[in-house]
Nanobody, 114 residues
Framework: VQLVESGGGLVQPGGSLRLSCAASGTRFRFHSMSWHRQGPGEERELVAG???????RYADSVKGRFTISRDSTKNTVYLQMNSLKPEDTAVYYC?????????WGQGTQVTVSS
């Protein structure tokens, strides 16, 4: 099973980015999919997650600015990030869970800077 993130890049404060994560190598639907991030010198943290098609949760730091969505038919998850701040700078990772197995992508860099 492979997860591949895309959509990262350099953006100015207040700008927007949309991350995508596409899964391949499995015919099974992910029970849950989520986005995590790891800033320089920091631990990896949960940014947003979905269980099934409707249960969402967000880190307090991104509520109201980020939106997670998924296309279950394609095992794809998205993260719409608006009103970006310099403290959102991090490597963003996609995670998918099937049963008791967790799968991670390699990450995509998001840099928020003027």
């Amino acid at each position: 099973v492979q997860l591949v993130e895309s959509g990262g890049g350099l953006v100015q404060p207040g700008g927007s980015l949309r991350l995508s994560c596409a899964a391949s190598g499995t015919r099974f639907r992910f029970h849950s999919m989520s986005w995590h991030r790891q800033g320089p010198g920091e631990e990896r943290e949960l940014v947003a997650g979905m269980i099934g098609d409707s249960i969402r949760r967000y880190a307090d730091s991104v509520k109201g600015r980020f939106t997670i969505s998924r296309d279950s038919t394609k095992n794809t998850v998205y993260l719409q990030m608006n009103s970006l701040k310099p403290e959102d700078t991090a490597v963003y990772y996609c995670r998918g869970t099937i049963g008791t197995n967790d799968y991670w992508g390699q990450g995509t860099q998001v840099t928020v800077s003027s």
